[in-house]
C-alpha cells in the first residue's frame, strides 16, 4: 500500500491542526495505521495507532487527550486531530500502515509515507 500524508504546517502553541493520509494500491481495511514523528536529532517514536476497523486505538502518553486518531475505511484515509500543539510536538510526521493488529514499532511497519513538516511555535 502507498501513504501519502498531508496538512502539516506552521501553527502556534495552542493551535490545532488535522493531518491527513490517503492509502492506495492496496485494501486499506487490512492495515492497521499509525503516526510517528521524527524530531531534528532524535529518533522516530510512536505518536497513535488504530485497528483495522477503528475500534481500538493507542496513544503516547505525551500527546494523550491532546490528539485523536481516526480513520475513514470507505476513503481510505487516516487522519490526526491534534490540537492544544506545544513547541515539543514540533517533528516531521509520518503515517505508517502494518498488518498487525496495531502498528506501535517502527519496525512493524511494512509501508511508510512520506512525511509531513509540522512546527509549533511559542
Known amino acids: 500500500v502507498q501513504l501519502q500524508a498531508s496538512g502539516g504546517g506552521l501553527v502556534q502553541a495552542g493551535g490545532s491542526l488535522r493531518l491527513s493520509c490517503a492509502a492506495s494500491?492496496?485494501?486499506?481495511?487490512?492495515?492497521?495505521m499509525g503516526w510517528f514523528r521524527q524530531a531534528p536529532g532524535k529518533e522516530r517514536e510512536f505518536v497513535t495507532t488504530?485497528?483495522?476497523?477503528?475500534?481500538?486505538?493507542l496513544y503516547a502518553d505525551s500527546v494523550k487527550g491532546r490528539f485523536t486518531i481516526s480513520r475513514d475505511n470507505a476513503k481510505n484515509t487516516v487522519y490526526l486531530q491534534m490540537n492544544n500543539l506545544k513547541p515539543e510536538d514540533t517533528a516531521v510526521y509520518y503515517c505508517a500502515a502494518a498488518r498487525s493488529g496495531l502498528v506501535v514499532y517502527t519496525t512493524t511497519v511494512d509501508s511508510w509515507g512520506q512525511g509531513t513538516l509540522v512546527t509549533v511555535s511559542s
Open positions: 494500491g492496496g485494501t486499506f481495511s487490512s492495515y492497521a
Open positions: 488504530i485497528s483495522r476497523g477503528g475500534g481500538s486505538t
